[in-house]
């Protein structure tokens, strides 16, 4: 148990809808980062967020957007659903650093939520 | 811009045998990272090591083992003695500045 916590675990919905994906942070972790795993596109970096604050962008949708609350959990909220944002969705977090949290701390993942769009 | 190479798809092994899980990245930085996660079937992705850039000395953690050579841009990961609890998807990432790419990963199934 890496200490991250993602609800909900899994998510089905319909095209051209909105949900929102939680993530708690490990105690202590300042960044959240954001991803997306699906079959044809693999592992791959959306964005991510350091004490409140957007830190780094990767290939995230306009679609997609994101934010990081004061108590330090963040959500990932996807609108206009499409069927190829079917994927699993993580979350991961990581310490405080000299860096002040780049994307090279190293970062403890959450389980995941399985999004499902028919 | 950066890349991550993991060439081999599928590596199955019968238990006891050692493996070795291939990555090489592509990078115009001097100061980057890279590292290894395991994604068990269970879909959780488990972080196993982190490098750094100026940092060539080569790491053990049990069974497992890392080599990595600048020279030829390589990061790879060994297990020895492989058992089936280590069937698992092995992901190489890199990352610099602010931005982490992930290798395709590699299925290891080790039969017993």
């Known amino acids: 148990d ?8 899994h998510l089905i919905t319909a095209t051209g809808q909105r949900v929102t994906l939680r993530c708690s942070p490990r105690s202590g972790d300042l960044s959240v980062y954001w991803y997306q795993q699906s079959l044809d ?52 977090s990581s310490a405080p650093s000299l860096r002040a949290g780049g994307t090279g701390d190293t970062q403890y993942f959450g389980p995941g939520t399985r999004l499902t769009v028919l | 811009a950066q890349k991550v190479t993991q060439a081999q798809t599928e590596i199955s092994v019968v238990e006891k045998e050692d493996v070795t899980l291939d990555c090489v990245y592509e990078t115009r930085d001097t100061t980057y990272y890279l590292f290894w996660y395991k994604q ?3 879909g959780e992705l488990v972080f196993l090591i982190r490098r750094n850039s100026f940092d060539e000395q080569n ?8 080599n990595f050579q600048k020279s030829t841009s390589s ?9 089936v609890v280590d069937s698992a998807v092995y992901f190489c990432a890199h990352s610099s500045a602010s931005k982490i790419i992930f290798g395709s990963g590699t299925r290891l199934s080790i039969r017993p």
């Open chain 1, 41 to 92: 596109q693999g592992l791959q970096f959306l964005i991510q967020y350091y004490n409140g604050e957007e830190r780094a962008k990767g290939n995230i949708l306009e679609r997609f957007s994101a934010q990081q609350f004061p108590d330090l959990h963040s959500e990932l909220n996807l609108s206009s659903l499409e069927l190829g944002d079917s994927a699993l969705y993580f979350c991961a």
């Open chain 1, 2 to 9: 890496s200490g991250v916590t993602q609800t909900p675990k």
């Open chain 2, 40 to 42: 068990p079937p269970s």
């Open chain 2, 59 to 66: 790491e053990i953690s049990g069974r497992y083992s890392w």
């Open chain 2, 75 to 83: 990061f790879n990961f060994t297990i020895t003695a492989s058992q």
